[in-house]
């Protein structure tokens, strides 16, 4: 069972189109959650760390939010430069420090 | 701005062979990782690396690998008798603090194992 579940997989947007993606996430305590943006055959960009439900961080047209099951990356009036794969990650209690539990993804196209 | 970085980008092996890949993390960190991710899969976590030793490791982290710190800049990951399932990009990252700290990531080098 997968610890950190993203969704939707894909997501086709017109630029100025907002939306939202999910991460779900079994842990048996959240250190942290983690949110990254990954361009093709590039290494995972940081972005925003989480650490308690009701937690919420901007940067620019990105948003992010948590809930104890859940967080949401809110993206405002997306432009083109923001197509990549959004990647959500935990650090678990029960499990190593500093190992990091990754979703799939959710690859994020946003057309002009 | 610092920066995590690779060498080399591309790294094509025969399987059995044994490869090195590098990194130099960013300067003041002192927590190091590798993690892999083949092609359309998740990133995963290989290893994490604090005061010359490694701290945890993942089960994918079997006796064909190593990791090394060999000089003050320097983090590499060897891979004795490569197979080909090793074949998959390899980033390395790091941080200044260990656990609920951002881990900040190099481009990574992509091994293929023929």
């Known amino acids: 069972e997968d610890q950190v579940t993203q969704s939707p997989e894909a997501l086709r947007l017109q630029e100025g189109e907002s939306s939202s993606l999910n991460c779900s996430y079994t842990?048996?305590?959240?250190?942290?959650l983690f949110w990254y943006r990954q361009d093709p055959g590039k290494g995972p960009e940081f972005l925003f760390t989480?650490?308690?439900a009701g937690e919420e961080k901007e940067k620019e047209r990105l948003k992010a939010t948590l809930t104890k099951k859940e967080s949401f990356l809110h993206i405002t009036a997306p432009k083109p430069e923001d197509s990549a794969t959004y990647l959500c990650?935990?650090?678990?209690?029960?499990?190593?420090?500093?190992?990091?539990?990754f979703g799939k993804g959710t690859k994020l196209s946003v057309k002009p | 701005e610092p920066e995590v970085t690779q060498t080399p980008s591309h790294q094509v092996t025969q399987m059995g062979q044994e490869v090195i890949l590098r990194c130099v993390p960013i300067?003041?960190?002192?927590?190091f990782y590798w993690y892999r991710q083949i092609l359309g899969q998740k990133v995963e976590f290989l290893v994490s690396?604090?005061?010359?030793?490694?701290?945890?490791k993942s089960e994918i982290f079997d006796d064909q690998f190593s990791v090394e710190r060999p000089d003050g800049s320097n983090f590499t990951l060897k891979i004795r008798s490569t197979k080909l399932e090793d074949s998959a990009m390899y980033f390395c990252?790091?941080?200044?603090?260990?656990?609920?700290?951002?881990?900040?990531f190099g481009p990574g080098t992509r091994l293929t194992v023929t």
């Open positions: 990252a790091s941080s200044s603090v260990a656990g609920v700290y951002e881990q900040y």
């Open positions: 842990v048996s305590g959240l250190r942290g």
């Open positions: 989480l650490y308690s």
């Open positions: 990650a935990v650090e678990d209690y029960g499990g190593s420090q500093g190992n990091l539990i």
């Open positions: 300067s003041n960190h002192l927590y």
């Open positions: 690396f604090y005061n010359n030793e490694i701290s945890e």
